[in-house]
């Protein structure tokens, strides 16, 4: 079975400061995909970033971006300057076509950036 | 371009009640998703569609949990008849097509459900 653990519950993070999450995996998969989705209070979940489990490179998005580590399966998400509408529920999730194309996600890890 | 619609936002029910959640996708996605969130954990696919045909409804409680997408556009999720541990944010997503990594999925505001 595919696992998402964050084993962070919960952040806080001075506004205009850099804040990290912690992600790791588990699976047997060699082909997948990794995301971070953002869910801000009361409003829809939207996708923060994509990583393609080939692609070495970390991807960024603007202020975020990630460190992916394929051999010790840890997906960090890294935020920049950080501001007060990223206070949210941060959540990591897994896709692989071996598992069905299915989102795992992990249990989520509460940001709240401070003024 | 409008999101993701979901209805109701909020119900209260009593256990052993029923109980129906619809869900209207982005205009021109053919993929369809259902998710129970419980309190303190990451969304959990309930059942996937795509067009009006189910993909994948592997983790969806067949003896209580319904699900139906006609005409391959609206949904509706039903719970007959509801748990106390079914209390949940429900949400419904949307893709163009089957989001194999490089498709987003598109998420609705949900629908909260309490079961007393």
């Known amino acids: 079975a595919q696992t998402v653990t964050q084993s962070q519950p919960e952040m806080s993070v001075q506004e205009a400061e850099t804040v990290t999450l912690s992600c790791t995996y588990d699976t047997s998969e060699n082909n997948y995909y990794l995301f971070w989705y953002k869910q801000p209070p009361s409003r829809q979940m939207i996708l923060v970033i994509r990583q393609e489990a080939y692609k070495q490179q970390n991807a960024t998005e603007n202020r975020f971006s990630v460190n992916f580590q394929k051999a010790a399966k840890s997906f960090s998400l890294k935020i920049s300057d950080s501001q007060l509408g990223d206070t949210a529920m941060y959540f990591c999730a897994f896709m692989s076509p071996g598992y069905g194309n299915k989102l795992v996600f992990g249990a989520g890890t509460i940001l709240r950036v401070k003024s | 371009e409008a999101g993701v619609a979901q209805s109701p936002r909020y119900k209260i029910i009593e256990k052993r009640q029923s109980v129906a959640f619809w869900c209207n996708p982005i205009s021109g996605h053919a993929t369809l998703y259902w998710y129970q969130q419980i309190l303190g954990q990451g969304p959990k696919l309930l059942i996937q569609?795509?067009?009006?045909?189910?993909?994948?409804d592997s983790q969806l409680p067949k003896d209580r949990f319904s699900a139906e997408r006609l005409k391959g556009v609206d949904s509706t999720l039903k719970i007959q008849p509801a748990k106390l541990e079914d209390s949940a944010v429900y949400l419904c997503?949307?893709?163009?097509?089957?989001?194999?990594?490089?498709?987003?999925?598109?998420f609705g505001p949900g629908t909260r459900l309490l079961v007393l």
């Open positions: 997503a949307s893709s163009l097509e089957i989001a194999g990594g490089r498709e987003t999925q598109y």
């Open positions: 569609f795509q067009n009006n045909g189910v993909v994948d």
